[in-house]
């Protein structure tokens, strides 16, 4: 699978965001999915995941409440919906695919990785 990120762009604090993220090839429901980001000087770092069916769902404390991962499978799409922005928002978010039956949050679960999309938030 070949993973492909859009949506992202430059957003006020407050603000709301989604990011898509298409997968090409015939097997896009069988792979968990998960976002994670980094922000300049930091370590890459889990945002959320989805399992395959799309039945369960895991977020990071910081995003908790205001992220939400859903799935289409029938697009070969997964998106990352995120409300009340907050300039600690600011990063390069990456989409990954895992083939981990349950849910994958460490980042060397996930053997697939989009080329990343920014997403800069101003105070």
């Known amino acids: 699978v070949q993973l492909q990120a859009s949506g992202g762009g430059l957003m006020q604090a407050g603000g709301s965001l989604r990011l898509s993220c298409v997968a090409s090839?015939?097997?896009?429901?069988?792979?968990?999915m998960g976002w994670f980001r980094q922000a300049p000087g930091k370590e890459r770092e889990f945002v959320a995941a989805i399992k395959w069916s799309g039945g369960s769902t895991l977020y990071a404390d910081s995003v908790k409440g205001r992220f939400t991962i859903s799935r289409d499978n029938a697009k070969n799409t997964v998106y990352l919906q995120m409300n009340s922005l907050k300039p600690e928002d600011t990063a390069v978010y990456y989409c990954a695919a895992s083939q981990r039956v349950g849910i994958a949050l460490r980042s060397d679960e996930y053997s697939t990785w989009g080329q990343g999309t920014q997403v800069t938030v101003s105070s």
């Open positions: 090839g015939r097997t896009f429901s069988r792979y968990g």
